[in-house]
């Protein structure tokens, strides 16, 4: 069907259905069932909606079966209102409420759907594009599945392979409307399986994700199709771009110009890499251009050009050109391949993402709050969950069930919004736990169970507890989803604390080997080391593991041969000992004179990283630590060379009052708009920047012409502490607040009955809001203004940052 395409009418095809026509609505035609049936035609589609006339409830399926006609008519399929009347008497027209659409081939019918499956026009167009390419799009639940059609295809063609949150989506549509123009050249493959896609190693797995399998050019059936990931967000047009750069040539021997070459890549509005050879090295110069190829394939085209070639006095030293529509080519010099990939990935899409984002921010509506959770619960509200996998609890079965088993216990609610997204994440950790744990996963619905949920002091949704026989319920404090909980419930499996009985004993748990499978969730175990008379200290600290059951490895040991780690270590008792086995690792800390709280502190602060990256979930671990941070923004992974660099400064314990750590801005998309806040505009990546948050609340830039090296890096910071750089950006000292203010229902209500008079309740204002009450009544203060030389680092030295750690914790400023 789609065979007889060209390159030329897809781009049309596609252009032709990112059009919608405003000035004039498409008719729902409304006929009988013998008028609908003499209409079909041999090898046509059509889908017909069977209804009572006149029938109430289906006003809302309408206007979306009305969307869909344009977009359906575009592919050859008609679409009709079929109003079932007494005197005709068909077999489609059921009862009222049992109301269903069929998709027809001529007078065949290929599937029936029910209208609730049907719940807009993207399930519309999805489900009905499903149906028809069964033979071009495999649906696939297991590995098995997805590598038996991989050798099927390996060495015959090609082949894409998606995953989908749900059926319906817009994403399976845009998959469904791809597999129209080239399921006869490649084979697809679909899922809506997590685990599945978790299997072949994928990051990020909680969006969706398009694979193109390089099958065609394997021969051997031992060896694996190469995959390229679509990094584009997931449309239609975006899916077509993807596939055109697969198609085209890995890489292209040019003998002209760069000025005057073309390719598909710049028509697509993605650039050209020229890879700069000469005779000599030729061969080797190949090679890499191939390999500089795979890395940035369906990202830039990679194109291999001698020198003799080039017009004008080119430096001998440029070995790399890019070259962008309507922008000048930039020269550059190849000394590392991870260099080059990063500037090609960052600095060349950052301009496609500003403009993206500003056509985001253009099309969004101020005045109204979306809730994107709410939202999100909505279009996956058909996706059906495994709920087998986790245990139903009523008010019967409850208080059986938690204390004759280890329990995790989630309570929710049906209608609450946050509930409803947690509790995919929750059956994504029964997923996961299946078959290895002996924790049963149970859940509770709030909403029908109201007396069991205040009897557990539960207040609010969603809510998760651990329950152990003989120990009080532990509340998980995480974040809701599922890779934070299920390392919760991992490290809950051994006691806490673990009790060491022997020096051997206490040896193997500090190298790790003691409980080897937990160190996927914790690299960090920690070991306290006390005297057996030492009672006191030993509450302290049995009093602090409380704290940070689910987050850390905990164990103690308090014999009386604890001398001989005592020694060992160098630890004067009481002590605690702070096992990094993946490093090799071990660090004594002495707890004589510490309180509870500082127990906590020391316990939470090991487990931090020394670079980590830095996301939404992790942030206010690491602002707790109350230093500046010194933070590496970058669109991707950072280069080893940076990394090497920051760490090398780290160990040489030059950055100890500093908190270093990098930024994805895929992963965190945030950055992008932290970064516009401090530059006016998005800057080329990657971007090293120091926020002093805490004190002062400057914002200083690493120099753009400078390279990141440990050199480069201690220089700046020495300026730094001198005061002879100026902050690009000095952060308001306000509290973070929504972007967009709460409505007040209440004021809403009053507004909306101003004729009933209402009764003054005395309030209760705290001092504080008096206070700024008092000083808005007054004149304005203005601006404090200071000369610049003022506004760099006062007092940039160890000791100020700190005694400032030292002050009480205080309300964060905006990073």
Known sequence: MASSFSVFSIEVFLVILSCVSKSSEDSLPELSPQKYFSTLQPGKASLAYFCQADSPGTSIFLEELKKAIRPLQDYGISVAKVNCIKEEISRYCGKDDLMKAYLFRGNVLLREFPTDALFDVNAIVAHVLFALLFNEVKYITTLEDLQNIENSMKGRANMIFSYVRAIGTPEHRAVMEAAFVYGTTYQFALTTEIALLESIGSENIEREHLYFFHCEIVLDLSQD??????EQP??????????????????TEVAEDPQHVTTDHLQLGLPLLFIVSQQATYDADRRTA??????LLGKAGVLLILRDSLEGNIPQRINVILKRAEQEMEYLVLDDIDSLIFHVENNVKSEQMEEGEDEEMESQDLDTQDDEVAETVYRDRKKQLPLELTVELTEETFDATVMNSDSIVLFYADWHAVSMAFLQSYVNVAVKLKGTSTMLLTRINCADWSNVCSKQNVTAFPAVKMYKEGE????????LGTEDLLKFIQLNRISYPVNIASIQEAEKYLSGKLYEDLFTYA??????????????????FLEARNYLKGHVIIGIYSEADVWILSSKYAAPLPALLLARPKEGKIECIPLAGTHVHGIVQIMARAVLEIFPEITVENLPAYLRLQKPLLILFSNGSISHQYRKAILTLVKQKRLDSLTPCWLNLKNTPVGRGVLKSYFGSLPPLPQ???VNVYSGGQVFAFPSDQSITEYNLVS??????????????????????????AYDFLSMMDAAEPQHPTKKVPTCVKETDKQESEKGEQEPEPTRKEPVQTLRIKYWN??????????PFRHEKEL
């Open 225 to 230: 199709c190469r995959r390229t990931l679509m």
């Open 523 to 540: 690299s960090v175990s920690v070991l306290g080391l006390f005297s057996p008379a030492m009672t006191t200290a030993k509450e302290k």
């Open 798 to 807: 160890r000791n100020y940052w700190s005694k400032e750690a030292e002050k």
């Open 472 to 479: 009080n319920p532990v509340s998980y404090a995480g974040m």
């Open 290 to 295: 191939e390999w500089i190829a795979w890395r």
């Open 688 to 690: 090293l920047l120091l």
């Open 716 to 741: 700046w910071l020495k300026n730094l502490e001198a005061g002879l750089e100026n902050p690009i950006k000095n952060l308001s000292a306000q509290e973070w607040k929504p972007p967009l203010p």
């Open 234 to 251: 997931f449309t239609t047009l975006n899916i077509h771009v993807f596939v055109r750069t697969m198609k085209a040539p890995l890489l």
